[in-house]
């Protein structure tokens, strides 16, 4: 996976840019280009649909389905549940993640 600078810089060079002149088609500044491929500035992702739309490119996101880490008979047995009770069990958990963070949190404050 490419981070945000390095698809910057990658497209820059593959279109024989300099900083100076991506920045100029963009409406920005060579220093934001720069720190965009250093990583000290992090792009939104309009940003850098406009950097690749000044060099005639086409940014393209996307989403893949990934392997869920439960059992099949597990997540089966839970969709036969009540809403009523499936919600309950997500709050749980819920409470449960905010209780861990509360005390992860106050063992970094109190150093």
Same mark, same amino acid.
């Given at each position: ?9 990658? @497209?820059?060079? $593959?279109? /024989?840019?300099?900083?100076? *002149?991506? %920045? ?8 934001? !280009? ?26 393209? @996101?996307?989403? $893949?389905? /990934?392997?869920?880490?439960? *059992?099949? %008979? ?8 009540? !809403? ?28």
């Amino acid at each position: 996976m490419m981070d945000a600078g390095s698809f910057v810089r990658v @497209l820059r060079e $593959r279109h /024989r840019l300099t900083q100076a *002149e991506l %920045a100029y088609r963009a409406s920005s500044t060579q220093q934001v !280009i720069s720190r965009i491929e250093r990583g000290t500035l992090s792009p939104t992702v309009a940003m850098l649909g406009r950097l690749a739309a000044c060099c005639g490119e086409e940014l393209l @996101l996307e989403g $893949r389905p /990934r392997e869920v880490p439960f *059992e099949a %008979a597990q997540l089966e047995e839970q969709l036969r549940l009540p !809403i009523e009770q499936r919600l309950e069990l997500a709050l749980g958990w819920d409470r449960f993640a905010g209780a861990i963070h509360g005390r992860a949190l106050a063992a970094l404050l109190d150093g």
